[in-house]
């Protein structure tokens, strides 16, 4: 069985060993135009051309949870697309959220701020009732964002697409109850797929329905947010700050206006990073079950784009 490997940014010179050693009944190799056809492709943001060339695959393997960038291509029907499915990212999507929650509730920014003045001052204790916090999207990563962030007992609202029960979570569900979990929300988590359906959700209209004093933690894609309509609602004081992981345009351009904003904490796109040794053992573990006719974890409908 051939396996050909290629990312646009990750580093092949440690994958391919990985992979190969994870498969030995596999060649491994780094696909480069021309290359031999394989039967699996497993990659990160491929070029067209791969897709146009390999011809005779019987899987494509996407190294991440987001297959938005490889849906972009036009992909042949028949050859079915698996991600990633948690292989150690909800772990850690569940620190970065509980640790982006806690710091903005006790208010950490504000006493750093004081103690690097050399300021000893108190504020007074807020209740967590008044924090509820908001998940948008409960799959493999939001459902254990949202049960982690419960664990502190905040209230927590979950959004989806179809109805789920979570012990500790009010889920709402659809287009239809989407206004009454933001204004049931006043920090907002983003953890959706990026598909035409939720692309610039996150807009004036809807920021404006969460509570006031809302937060927003953007962990999922930067089009899910319209930059300037966050601006405007922090401006306005209706939104008291923002946490961003992620952004439109990766690195964040120089001069964008989320660099200095004083109510914005900016991250590199590391809130959940892919781990290569976990990657690779999921990834090996699909290829073999696929061999084997069996049903695999994470796959994409193209159709509904997640
Ligand atoms: N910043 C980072 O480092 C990082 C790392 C990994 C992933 N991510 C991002 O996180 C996203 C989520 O990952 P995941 O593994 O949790 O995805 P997932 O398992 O596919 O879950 C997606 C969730 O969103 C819901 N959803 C999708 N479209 C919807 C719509 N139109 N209306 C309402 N709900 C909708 C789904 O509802 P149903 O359950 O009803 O289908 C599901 O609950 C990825 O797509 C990726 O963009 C970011």
Redesign the pocket.
Known sequence: MRVVYFSADQDHAAWIPGLQAAMPWADVQLWQPGSALADYAVVWKPPQRLIDEQTALRALLNT???V?ALLQLRLPSTVPVVRL?DAG?SVQ?AEYVCHAVIRHFREFDGYEADMAQGRWSYRKPRSRVDFPVGVL??????ERVARAVAQFDFPVNG????Q?SIAGVQCFK?DGQLDAFLSASRVLVC?????P??ENLLNTERLARLQPQGYVIN???GAHLVDADLLQALDSGHLAGATL??FRVEPLPARHAFWQHPKITLTP?????TLRSESIAQIAGKIAALERGEPVAGRVDPIRG?
């Open positions: 991440g949870a987001g938005d499915d990212m999507m999207g409960l799959g493999v990563l939001g959004w989806s697409r179809s789920k659809g953890l959706l797929p990026l598909t359906d939720t962990v999922a894609r992981d992620v796109h590391t809130s959940a990073r997640y």
